[in-house]
């Protein structure tokens, strides 16, 4: 099975990250509950699924770079400078993070409880998850870890996407330029992907089978599992608009970054299908319509 690397050799791990949202209680339309009690509860759910999937989510990024079959765009860009600095690639994939969430300013993206911990907690559950787990030699052990990375990934998506805290740090940073350059989401998206397999690619990260399998499958994987954790609709405020923390985003932007293809999700009340991501561009650009973008999965 082919793998290919960057002009330098380096050894080193890759991931990334968002979901979206905040909590209410007692409000029309809060799927969560109806009263400080059930707000309360509802909250803790929410806070659970978060953590539990961006935990998941660098644990499946880790399994990726341990199967050695090819990572995501960013993961190869995050592997590619942690073999030339020294540094763990859950470190990079922190330091990365808060990069990108500076890069938000300029824009006036708002971040969120997500957004701040997708930054923090992929990179640490990536980092003691390689810890834990040894280098495979064989193809037979390798392949299905791979396999077993990406559904993983999937998982973890739909878990901290429905619980709806804040995009990710690469999810704001593709729709705060898709809102800025007037681009569509899918142009703006690739060219952020593209952008950061080249120099991973450059700098020695792993391209390969992976790298093409997670493109593909990610997209469907996050669609099925958004399904299957239900995403909450979002809650309304008194005037009928979602309140999606000023910026329209309250059904969350997550990661299944990293691969390039990518799931979209719903930031209306659920999930939707990626097929009417032109609709959602559409719906972003007319007044009041920005809480219908919807962000091509990446961590």
Same mark, same amino acid.
């Given at each position: 099975?082919?793998?290919?690397?960057?002009?330098?050799? !380096?050894?080193?791990?890759?991931?990334?990250?968002? !979901?979206?949202?905040?909590?209410?209680?007692?409000?029309?339309?809060?799927?969560?509950?109806?009263?400080?009690?059930?707000?309360?509860?509802?909250?803790?759910?929410?806070?659970?699924?978060?953590?539990?999937?961006?935990?998941?989510?660098?644990?499946?990024?880790?399994?990726?770079?341990?199967?050695?079959?090819?990572?995501?765009?960013?993961?190869?860009?995050?592997?590619?400078?942690?073999?030339?600095?020294?540094? =763990?690639?859950?470190?990079?994939?922190?330091?990365?993070?808060?990069? @990108?969430?500076?890069?938000?300013?300029?824009?006036?993206?708002?971040?969120?409880?997500?957004?701040?911990?997708?930054?923090? @907690?992929?990179?640490?559950?990536?980092?003691?998850?390689?810890?834990?787990?040894?280098?495979?030699?064989?193809?037979?052990?390798?392949?299905?870890?791979?396999?077993?990375?990406?559904?993983?990934?999937?998982?973890?998506?739909?878990?901290?996407?429905?619980?709806?805290?804040?995009?990710?740090?690469?999810? *704001?940073?593709?729709?705060?330029?898709?809102? @800025? =350059?007037?681009?569509?989401?899918?142009? @703006?998206? =690739?060219?952020?992907?593209?952008?950061?397999?080249?120099?991973?690619?450059?700098?020695?990260?792993?391209?390969?089978?992976?790298?093409?399998?997670?493109?593909?499958?990610? *997209?469907?994987?996050?669609? #099925? #599992?958004?399904?299957?954790?239900?995403?909450?609709?979002?809650?309304?405020?008194?005037?009928?608009?979602?309140?999606?923390?000023?910026?329209?985003?309250?059904?969350?932007?997550?990661?299944?970054?990293?691969?390039?293809?990518?799931?979209?999700?719903?930031?209306?009340?659920?999930?939707?299908?990626?097929?009417?991501?032109?609709?959602?561009?559409?719906?972003?650009?007319?007044?009041?319509?920005?809480?219908?973008?919807?962000?091509?999965?990446?961590?």
């Amino acid at each position: 099975m082919s793998v290919f690397r960057g002009s330098s050799d !380096s050894s080193g791990s890759g991931g990334s990250r968002g !979901s979206g949202g905040s909590a209410h209680s007692g409000e029309p339309g809060d799927p969560e509950g109806s009263g400080s009690s059930g707000g309360s509860a509802g909250l803790v759910r929410r806070l659970v699924r978060l953590y539990a999937g961006l935990v998941l989510y660098g644990a499946s990024l880790a399994l990726m770079v341990r199967a050695d079959l090819g990572l995501g765009p960013w993961d190869v860009f995050h592997q590619g400078v942690s073999g030339h600095s020294g540094l =763990t690639i859950g470190t990079v994939v922190i330091i990365t993070g808060a990069a @990108v969430l500076l890069l938000w300013i300029p824009l006036r993206e708002r971040p969120g409880l997500g957004t701040v911990s997708n930054v923090i @907690v992929v990179g640490l559950a990536m980092d003691g998850t390689l810890a834990a787990l040894p280098e495979p030699d064989a193809l037979a052990v390798r392949a299905p870890l791979l396999l077993a990375a990406v559904v993983l990934n999937g998982v973890a998506t739909g878990l901290y996407i429905t619980a709806r805290f804040g995009p990710g740090p690469r999810d *704001g940073l593709m729709t705060g330029l898709h809102r @800025v =350059t007037r681009r569509s989401v899918r142009l @703006v998206r =690739t060219g952020i992907e593209l952008v950061a397999l080249a120099t991973g690619f450059l700098l020695g990260g792993t391209v390969g089978v992976g790298t093409v399998l997670y493109a593909l499958a990610i *997209g469907p994987l996050s669609q #099925f #599992f958004l399904r299957v954790f239900g995403a909450p609709a979002p809650a309304r405020t008194d005037d009928g608009r979602d309140d999606g923390h000023g910026s329209g985003r309250d059904g969350g932007h997550g990661g299944g970054h990293h691969g390039g293809g990518g799931a979209e999700s719903g930031t209306e009340g659920g999930t939707e299908d990626s097929a009417e991501s032109s609709a959602a561009d559409s719906a972003a650009d007319r007044p009041g319509g920005r809480g219908r973008l919807r962000a091509i999965l990446r961590p």
